[in-house]
């Protein structure tokens, strides 16, 4: 690392005094930015040199004046002071048995894109220092999320596992059903079957053998049609059966709390596309703070409550509904914000919407005939609710 200078990766400082928030947040940065990377260096104690000769920069031991102890303490206190939480870093006292030891420290983002005390979003190209642009905060926003979905799939698809194991009783239950109540019935049409069809051979024979025993044969083949035809609708019952029993089936499946939940972080993740989408242009503070709590509104926990998470799949539905009807099917910051209080006031006292309750006796008063005859009447459209 001293031979190689300074870098995005590798960075020199000759004094502790000069190791500041800024600078790991920038380092942490850089390392998100590219998904290959895994870690920058900061070496304190260390001087920059350049070769007279070549023109290459390389580094120099200078050492801590103030000792190493002192040094970690600093680095350390240094770091806690980076946003949103501090990065992550791992110190190492290199040279310790030499006469100028220095400290090597390893720095790695924790939650991207960081910023130190005065808001500064910054990363490293080459030896200098930039702001991030606004498509690299982005991808590192989206880099996060995708984390941090990855993380709660592992945990979810570790409760649906235990859960599948749970059904899976319960489906060796419903099969030994079947097999009592389904198959077996089916294997008893199946030999009247067999039995009907022997009957017919025999009627058909004995028609070639007597001529007398035609109508005989004739009234016999007659009746083996008619039993047939009563398996037959019999098979098509059973069919019904086992197809409406398979039904059943996957809507328990599909109503497990287990599968609520997994349906209600499809659907949140889905609300958080269709914002991304419609506001990653937008740079305002207004919209990083929709932004802000838009994202904790989705990130919060999902309760395995039947209920709350039905009520849940419908709210989000309703405003994805309500956004495709936006002018251009996006939706504006001013709705996106109305939509973030709307649900907020719903999560503090949950409810299903209340049915709309014309008032049909007023218009029954004023025309009785008129109202009776219009299909279109308030009166006819609540008549057609109730009977469905």
Known sequence: MLALGESGRYEFKSAVNSVTSSLFATLANWVALDPEREVAHLLVGVNERTDEATGLVYGEPCGLPKGLDRAVERIQNVASETRPIPVDIFIIEEAVKEAIPFVRVEVRPTMPPHFDGEGRRQTRIGRSTRALTDDELLRIYLDREAGSFAARFRQTADELHSAVGTLGTQVDQIAGAIEQNIARPIGELTNIVVKATAAASSAAEAATEAEDAASSAASAASSAEGTAD?????????????????????????????????????????????????????????????????????????????????????????????????????????????????????????????????????????????????DSSATNRFRRLLET
């Open 230 to 374: 009563s398996v037959g609708h019999d098979v098509q019952r059973v069919e019904r059966l086992v197809n409406d029993l398979f039904d059943a089936v996957e809507d328990m499946r599909d109503d497990t709390p287990q599968s609520l939940a997994a349906r209600v972080a499809d659907q949140r993740r889905i609300v958080w596309w269709n914002f991304t989408v419609d506001t990653w242009e937008r740079h305002s503070d207004r919209a990083e703070r929709l932004a802000s709590d838009l994202n904790e509104l989705l990130t919060a926990d999902i309760a395995l409550d039947d209920a709350r998470n039905t009520w849940e799949l419908q709210v989000w539905q309703e405003l994805l509904t309500d956004r495709r009807a936006q002018r251009g099917e996006k939706g504006t910051l001013k709705w996106w914000q109305a939509c973030v209080d709307k649900v907020n006031r719903y999560l503090d006292a949950p409810g299903y919407l209340a049915p709309e309750l014309p008032d049909l006796r007023a218009e029954l008063r004023a025309d009785l005939n008129k109202v009776l005859h219009d």
